[in-house]
């Protein structure tokens, strides 16, 4: 099986008597960078853009001020956390097996209105000397910290944009082989994750909510070298008929044949509509089941009949996870 199954939540919807409820799961996604590739280095390019002055200013309730108390080397320390934060994950991950990183001053400062590729006989020198096989590359890396003052509708707020060009090289071609730019917001405002506010809770200061925020780009760069679990919501509906209740029982209890025995029986198309509800909800049952093709022709046909009664709310919830399925399919 290719994902977990996580406690159900009901959704808000209700339409008629239909009630349609959200059912979260953890979906496995492969990696987005597949190279064959036992040893790699990692090092900053330390490129930035003639524009990007504001590395020692932040925002307070949307004025700009100029920070007094930041290291000079400030910049060298967030890449620095960024950088051994990448190399931490994709180690744990065992994506490579030995990682080289170059101190930061591997490349002198450099400026300009365009990013310039890397040169390959300037590839081939900085790998030549650990005899890697690929060159992770950070390409250029930007921060900017805002702090914003509690007021009637919302509590005291600190938030990192971060912005992070990286570059994938092979050693022995010496071409680029993969290119990605990551820009992040995170926020510090006393909720927890189920929305859930603390009280008392104080945002990090902004040295610290830089640091905080430059591990956090290092990792979700790192992602993208090993598959992942993540959390996404698929949707089911419950007509007012009691098989539907039953099926829905069945259903959140990860008992699919039984759940799918139930909505077969509805699934013909002198049942109307109902057929519609109840082809969406085998598709669901049957993506569980890992057997994405018959899901695919489950919704094939609910979408057939939802085009035949003209009902663009139901065309446009099947087209919805008619792409969803689709993706997951080009992903395995």
């Known amino acids: 099986m290719n994902y977990r199954l996580i406690p159900v939540i009901f959704l808000l919807l209700t339409s008629a008597c239909t009630v349609y409820r959200d059912f979260p799961i953890e979906v496995y996604h492969p990696a987005e960078v597949k190279l064959e590739a036992k040893d790699a280095a990692l090092v900053y390019r330390n490129f930035k853009y003639r524009e990007d002055t504001l590395q020692h200013f932040f925002k307070s309730d949307y004025q700009l001020f100029r920070a007094g108390n ?92 971060t912005a992070a060009v990286w570059a994938v090289y092979d050693a022995e071609t010496r071409e680029k082989v993969d290119v990605k730019t990551l820009i992040d917001t995170i926020y510090w405002n006393g909720y927890d994750q189920e929305g859930n506010y603390q009280p008392g809770y104080r945002p990090p200061s902004r040295l610290t909510a830089l640091e905080m925020a430059a591990t956090l780009a290092g990792e979700n760069f790192a992602k993208r070298f090993s598959g992942s679990w ?50 969406y909800n085998l598709a669901l049952a049957y993506e569980m089941k890992d057997d994405l093709v018959i899901a695919q022709s489950w919704l094939n046909e609910a979408y057939s009949l939802a085009k035949k009664f003209r009902s663009k709310n139901y065309m446009r919830m099947i087209e919805t996870y008619q792409k969803i399925l689709k993706n997951r399919i080009k992903n395995l």
């Not at 006989?121 to 250029?140: F, R």
Request: glycine share 2%.
């Open 70 to 161: 930041d290291p000079e080397n400030l910049d060298s320390l967030l890449v620095t956390a960024c950088i051994v934060e990448v190399a931490g994950k994709l180690k744990e991950n065992q994506v490579f097996e030995e990682i080289h990183i170059y101190p930061y001053h591997a490349f002198e400062r450099h400026t300009g209105e365009h990013l310039p590729d890397i040169t390959p006989a300037l590839i081939g020198q900085v790998t030549s000397a650990t005899q890697v096989d690929l060159l992770i590359l950070l390409e250029t890396y930007s921060t900017f910290f805002s702090n914003y003052s509690q007021t009637a509708d919302s509590p005291e707020t600190h938030e990192v944009i």
């Open 230 to 279: 993540q959390t996404v919501n698929r949707m089911y509906s419950v007509p007012p008929l009691p098989d539907f209740s039953n099926a829905a029982f069945f259903l959140e209890e990860a008992k699919w044949d039984e759940a799918i025995e139930l909505w077969e029986k509805y699934a013909d198309n002198r049942n109307g509509k109902m057929a519609i509800d109840a082809r």
